[in-house]
């Protein structure tokens, strides 16, 4: 199993960009899909999750980027997505995927993108 995002890049503060995150492989299930993000010498912080709740999604972030940011995600393509306008300098970090996803023979595990680099500059 192998996650692979993208999307990342250089834009100016108050743009936007589109974070993109496909999962390949043998899954079974997704339970949640996540964002993280790891800025220079600080640790790495969650920005956003997506759950199956029942038959509909439960969508949590971070206080920094609520009303910002949005996750989404296309269970046939076992993909997930982070739309996020109105970025801040402080934006700036590389962010990595996260998938909590049913496997055979393994179960329910954690699996991480390799990171993609958000630089929000003028």
């Known amino acids: 199993v192998q996650l692979q995002a993208s999307g990342g890049g250089l834009v100016q503060p108050g743009g936007s960009l589109r974070l993109s995150c496909a999962a390949s492989?043998?899954?079974?299930?997704?339970?949640?899909m996540s964002w993280y993000r790891q800025a220079p010498g600080k640790q790495r912080e969650l920005v956003a999750t997506?759950?199956?709740?029942?038959?509909?999604?439960?969508?949590d972030y971070a206080d920094s980027v609520k009303g910002r940011f949005t996750i989404s995600r296309d269970n046939t393509k076992n993909t997930q997505y982070l739309q996020m306008n109105s970025l801040k300098p402080e934006d700036t970090a590389v962010y990595f995927c996260?998938?909590?996803?049913?496997?055979?023979?393994?179960?329910?595990?954690?699996?991480w993108g390799q990171g993609t680099l958000v630089t929000v500059s003028s």
């Open positions: 996260n998938a909590h996803l049913f496997t055979y023979p393994k179960g329910w595990s954690d699996y």
């Open positions: 492989g043998s899954i079974f299930g997704i339970e949640s």
């Open positions: 997506i759950t199956k709740s029942g038959d509909s999604y439960r969508t």
